[in-house]
T-cell receptor, first 114, second 107 residues
């Protein structure tokens, strides 16, 4: 049973380009969470999705950021027109539908905007 | 007020020391509780779940006090390899992470 898979592991984008980060949850997990982490800072919640639904996007910036978790395929975090301040590690976590179980993290995508 | 609050540290302790971390959470209806460990530039990994009755895993002991909305982690006989950031996590409809407590174990 493969763990949470994120790709790419490292992504370099020029200012103004788009960044697409992918997350494949563990088998049987229908809940996906995205977090952002700046150097020397804690994890910041961005969005919580279930299949085809956004449950909580209270941590998402109002502009340029979007997320989806389609019926088939990975969850995608999309950042349009990237700026230097978007440079960070983006972690995805997944959990099963049952309550009380922990979340499992992917290895993260390190985005660098140049 | 943040949903989960932790002392950021760092805690600098010698090998063999006992160290304790505390964490408070704001939502009394929180349903499940965890400690995660994060090494530098890596993903967080589950260290242990926290149960109302308290639980122990080797050198690690976790306690939950629902009345005071307080979670603790005790590490006995610290090893150099315990150096990391420890994240307190609370689940109420989604996972809320504390900002982490940094531990440095020195030889």
């Amino acid at each position: 049973n493969a763990g949470v898979m994120q790709n790419p592991r490292h992504l370099v984008r020029r200012r103004g380009q788009e960044a697409r980060l992918r997350c494949s949850p563990m088998k049987g997990h229908s809940h996906v969470y995205w977090y952002r982490q700046l150097p020397e800072e804690g994890l910041k919640f961005m969005v919580y999705l279930q299949k085809e639904n956004i449950i909580d996007e209270s941590g998402m910036p109002k502009e340029r950021f979007s997320a989806e978790f389609p019926k088939e395929g990975p969850s995608i975090l999309r950042i349009q027109q990237v700026v230097r301040g978007d440079s960070a590690a983006y972690f995805c976590a997944s959990s099963p539908p049952s309550r009380g179980t922990e979340a499992f993290f992917g290895q993260g995508t390190r985005l660098t905007v140049v | 007020r943040k949903e989960v609050e932790q002392d950021p540290g760092p805690f600098n302790v010698p090998e063999g020391a006992t160290v304790a971390f505390n964490c408070t959470y704001s939502n009394s209806a929180s349903q499940s509780f965890f400690w995660y460990r994060q090494d530098c530039r890596k993903e967080p990994k589950l260290l242990m779940s926290v149960y109302s009755s308290g639980n122990e895993d080797g050198r690690f002991t976790a306690q939950l006090n629902r009345a005071s909305q307080y979670i603790s982690l005790l590490i006995r006989d610290s090893k150099l390899s315990d150096s990391a950031t420890y994240l307190c996590v609370v689940n109420f409809n989604k996972f809320y992470f504390g900002s982490g407590t940094k531990l440095n174990v020195k030889p």
